[in-house]
């Protein structure tokens, strides 16, 4: 008799128990949809705007579909041949820019992940410290003029190539994935450091090397600060800078017309406001699901802190 008491308030446990977990998977998964409709719904309004009358937007008229569907807000930008140069030297900056910084930063941080390094702790101290402390804007624009990088294709690529933060991920990366016996298997047969590191890590490091692309790439393709400072040159303006340029101009017509004309140009300056997103960005979210599956892998080892 008590056998069987037992074995049914074990039963009656387990069910509660299995209760318990599918409440709670549920309540998680109620979660999860919530946090997914705030975080995609801003993009999915971006998109729906860009289509839509702007005088809908602006009344709050606008929720799940366009209203007033119009495409004069591309037909606008896409008027401006300058567009066109600004694609070519975002897509020549993030392209040179991404493998500048993924030679430098993962050659940097393989090195500061080998123990044998004379000094490896006082140079990780001294990379370190310039994230938390720089000589600030002039000190830069004086030194880059003196290296004459001051309007010139290298000036977006070149002196900001270093990141420290990628670097630090990247050394915990090869400090806790790559195992140290391999380096010592691979001097038996006579291979040295170069080829080591290109040969046998860079291959196995494919994770982390796609996350910090993609870092750098985004960080490339949306930079406009240092056109904006160490570029006269509108021929070498990124595309970031050139929307911007074209947004300014149309909100400065608005404000100094008067009338019909003001209307329109104040129309048109609403309507480009969110085509202005969507042409920038598509390309490069375009990438994303290519390396997607890296992410996790790559991330999650490279944030294991020694």
């Known amino acids: 008799m008590e056998l069987m008491k037992a074995t049914t308030s074990a039963s009656a446990r387990t069910v509660n128990n299995q209760s318990s977990d599918k409440l709670l998977e549920i309540l998680l998964y109620v979660c999860a949809a919530v946090i997914l409709i705030v975080l995609v719904y801003p993009l999915f309004f971006i998109v729906i705007a860009s289509f839509s009358d702007p005088s809908a937007v602006a009344n709050g008229q606008v929720w ?5 569907f119009t495409l004069d807000g591309y037909k606008e930008l896409l008027r401006h041949d300058n567009i066109w140069i600004g694609y070519r030297n ?3 900056y993030t392209v040179v820019g991404t493998a500048i910084g993924l030679t430098v ?19 990780s101290l001294f990379f370190i410290f310039t994230m938390f402390f720089s000589g600030g804007l002039i000190p830069t624009f004086l030194t880059i003029q003196e290296f004459h990088l001051y309007n010139t294709f290298l000036v977006m690529v070149l002196p900001f190539s270093v990141v420290v933060f990628d670097i630090i991920v990247a050394r915990t990366f090869f400090q806790t994935s790559i195992p140290g016996d391999l380096w010592e298997a691979a001097q038996i047969d006579g291979c040295g450091n170069l080829r080591y590191f290109v040969q046998i890590v860079l291959p196995l490091s494919k994770a982390v090397i796609s996350v910090l692309g993609l870092w750098i ?27 911007r340029n074209i947004l300014i101009t149309n909100q400065m017509q608005s404000n100094m017309g008067s009338g019909e004309a003001a209307a329109v140009a104040l129309r048109l300056a609403n309507m ?5 997103i969507i042409i920038s960005t598509i390309p490069i979210m375009c990438i994303y699901p290519f390396v997607q599956k890296y992410f996790n892998q790559g991330v999650m080892i490279g944030a294991v802190k020694e």
Do not use: C, E, H
């Not at 799940?64 to 007033?68: D, I, L, S």
């Not at 790439?217 to 929307?243: E, M, T």
């Not at 480009?272 to 202005?276: Q, T």
């Open 272 to 276: 480009m406001r969110y085509s202005v």
């Open 64 to 68: 799940f579909f366009p209203k007033g």
């Open 105 to 123: 930063n993962i050659s940097a941080a393989y090195a500061l992940s080998r123990k044998d390094l004379v000094g490896r702790k006082w140079i």
């Open 90 to 92: 975002t897509i020549l």
């Open 217 to 243: 790439a985004v960080g490339y393709w949306n930079s406009y600060f240092n056109a904006l400072i160490y570029l006269k040159n509108q021929n070498l303006y990124p595309l970031q800078l050139i929307l």
